[in-house]
């Protein structure tokens, strides 16, 4: 009986014990709560991000595109023929007008060929002058010798002379009118033989005139590339002439832009500090949509002052003008999927809305939209970027 007493008695211990631990543990956990409770609590801080309030205003929408002035006119001048140049008549920076003498080449060879085709032709005429006489006599000689041959078979007719009298007039007759004909093609043959001459005197004479070359155009001596004692040959560039007074910018249009461009599209471009309008006068080849475009800018005197051909400027191609239209940096929008549009963030008592908004267009890292009011504000930039943005997100604009 007494161990039955003494295992029951430590039984009741052990579970006074686990009661007074348990007891101990809740009190605790009712103590920590309660200081919890008492305790201020701490929010995490909002996300840091950069706004910008939507503005009202106009946009031009423009492309820049690198062109190059040009002169109106320009000319590489070459000889048509490989000779020795003779004499220069200009230098860089002369004037010429239309036909004036730039320089010339030796002519001596050619001249000589010229009097060598005039002394054939000479002595040609002076064959056919005699090969006419000839014909001439023997036209005669054919006449005399057809009226005795008739004679003569008249007689032969009435036996008052043998026959062989009368073949043997008519053999003359016949020898004589085969001398005549011999006679008549050596003439033609002369003949034929001095309009070849003459032909190729006519050559060599237009081929003399290419040794004094001319100016196609009145303009400025831009570039002289020869000497005297140099040879000049076709395809080398003598000396080069550009118009003078008006110029032209001109530029080539990637494929991309080519829908929006056309004639008379406004083109400004800037001298220095000062801005000069002018208009696109053509495009080359305006048919061919394939491919790029050159652009062709006619200036004048006034839009081309201060310019000088070579001189590399950038031209804006001003496409479309928006008035009056809600403005936001370019960098405020954000490129939705395939199946969205795109949207802008805006931000309202400290947190985020997700907004649709229509680009109408874009210059100068502006962008005119719809879809907003004015005075609100649009994020620019977040603190850790786009990725950690969303709707009904807490944010604090930076200073």
């Known amino acids: 009986m007494k161990n039955v007493?003494?295992?029951?008695?430590?039984?009741v211990v052990a579970g006074i014990v686990i009661s007074l631990l348990v007891l101990g543990g809740l009190a605790m956990i009712q103590k920590k709560k309660r200081a919890l409770a008492k305790a201020q609590h701490n929010h995490l801080p909002a996300t840091l991000v950069d706004t910008v309030k939507v503005s009202v205003g106009d946009?031009?929408?423009?492309?820049?595109?690198?062109?190059?002035?040009?002169?109106?006119?320009?000319?590489?001048?070459?000889?048509?023929?490989?000779?020795?140049?003779?004499?220069?008549?200009?230098?860089?920076?002369?004037?010429?007008?239309?036909?004036?003498?730039?320089?010339?080449?030796?002519?001596?060879?050619?001249?000589?060929?010229?009097?060598?085709?005039?002394?054939q032709i000479r002595q040609k005429q002076?064959?056919?002058?005699?090969?006419?006489?000839?014909?001439?006599?023997?036209?005669?000689?054919?006449?005399?010798?057809?009226?005795?041959?008739?004679?003569?078979?008249?007689?032969?007719?009435?036996?008052a002379i043998p026959q062989s009298v009368g073949e043997a007039t008519l053999d003359k007759k016949s020898e004589v009118e085969g001398k005549l004909s011999a006679a008549r093609q050596q003439s033609a043959a002369l003949e034929q033989q001095i309009k070849s001459l003459?032909?190729?005197?006519?050559?060599?004479?237009?081929t003399l005139s290419y040794c004094e070359i001319v100016s196609p155009f009145a303009g400025i001596v831009t570039s002289r590339l020869?000497?005297?004692?140099?040879?000049?040959?076709?395809?080398?560039?003598?000396?080069?002439?550009?118009?003078?007074?008006?110029?032209?910018?001109?530029?080539?249009?990637?494929?991309?832009?080519?829908p929006a461009v056309e004639p008379g599209l406004k083109v400004t471009f800037k001298i220095g500090e000062q801005t000069r309008d002018a208009s696109?006068?053509?495009?080359?080849?305006?048919?061919?949509?394939?491919?790029?475009?050159?652009?062709?800018?006619?200036?004048?005197?006034?839009?081309?002052?201060?310019?000088?051909?070579?001189?590399?400027?950038?031209?804006?191609?001003?496409?479309?003008?928006?008035?009056?239209?809600?403005?936001?940096?370019?960098?405020?929008?954000?490129?939705?999927?395939?199946?969205?549009?795109?949207?802008?963030?805006?931000v309202k008592d400290g947190t985020l809305a997700v907004r649709e908004v229509r680009v109408l267009g874009t210059a100068s890292e502006?962008?005119?939209?719809?879809?907003?009011?004015?005075?609100?504000?649009?994020?620019?930039?977040?603190?850790?970027?786009?990725?950690r943005l969303s709707d009904g997100l807490k944010v604090e604009a930076r200073p």
């Open 280 to 346: 696109i006068t053509r495009l080359y080849p305006s048919l061919n949509r394939a491919r790029m475009v050159r652009a062709e800018v006619v200036l004048d005197d006034n839009q081309a002052t201060g310019l000088t051909s070579g001189q590399y400027l950038t031209a804006s191609v001003v496409f479309n003008r928006l008035s009056g239209v809600c403005l936001i940096p370019t960098d405020a929008l954000i490129e939705g999927a395939s199946d969205k549009g795109t949207r802008v963030y805006v």
């Open 226 to 258: 020869v000497d005297p004692g140099d040879e000049a040959a076709p395809g080398k560039t003598l000396v080069v002439i550009e118009s003078a007074g008006a110029k032209m910018i001109a530029f080539d249009i990637p494929q991309s832009d080519l």
């Open 59 to 119: 946009l031009t929408e423009s492309h820049d595109y690198l062109a190059r002035v040009e002169p109106i006119q320009a000319a590489n001048i070459t000889a048509r023929l490989t000779a020795t140049i003779e004499a220069i008549a200009v230098d860089e920076g002369d004037s010429v007008i239309p036909g004036q003498t730039l320089m010339k080449l030796d002519r001596r060879q050619i001249d000589a060929q010229i009097e060598a085709v005039q002394a």
């Open 5 to 11: 007493s003494g295992t029951a008695i430590r039984w």
């Open 198 to 206: 003459d032909a190729r005197l006519e050559e060599l004479k237009t």
């Open 366 to 387: 502006l962008a005119g939209v719809q879809g907003l009011e004015p005075g609100e504000e649009v994020v620019v930039n977040s603190f850790l970027g786009w990725a």
């Open 126 to 159: 002076a064959e056919l002058q005699a090969n006419q006489s000839t014909v001439a006599s023997l036209a005669e000689s054919v006449a005399y010798w057809s009226r005795e041959a008739e004679r003569d078979m008249e007689l032969v007719k009435t036996e």
